[in-house]
């Protein structure tokens, strides 16, 4: 499950500045000090899916994740939000029930 709090999407459309729809694609990157997987961090691009694993549409965004990423998000709740101090989006990890 990926929620995307109202100011993160705000965040995203701000940032991409396209004309929707289009796709950010979620992904695992491999650098970072990631909490959830150590040395990998959560990372976006904006990108047509080839195989979607999961994903969830906003207003004319839709955020997916590649079925080959899964495997990062597999039993967690991931929650990104906006940071109005740091004016940055952070993702917050929590093991699903």
Same mark, same amino acid.
């Given at each position: ?42 990372? +976006? ?13 906003? %207003?004319?965004?839709? !955020? /997916?994740? $590649? #079925?080959?990423?899964?495997?990062? +998000? ?13 004016? %940055?989006?952070?993702? !917050? /990890?929590? $093991? #699903?029930?």
């Amino acid at each position: 499950m990926i929620l995307i709090e109202n100011n993160a999407y705000k965040w995203f459309e701000n940032e991409f500045q396209s004309q929707k729809p289009f796709y950010i694609r979620l992904y695992p990157q491999y650098a970072g000090f990631g909490k959830k997987n150590k040395g990998y961090s959560l990372a +976006f691009s904006k990108e047509t899916p080839h195989v979607l694993g999961e994903e969830q549409e906003i %207003e004319g965004i839709t !955020f /997916y994740v $590649e #079925s080959n990423d899964a495997w990062f +998000f597999n039993d967690t709740d991931v929650e990104i939000k906006y940071s109005t101090e740091a004016q %940055e989006i952070f993702a !917050f /990890y929590k $093991e #699903s029930q």
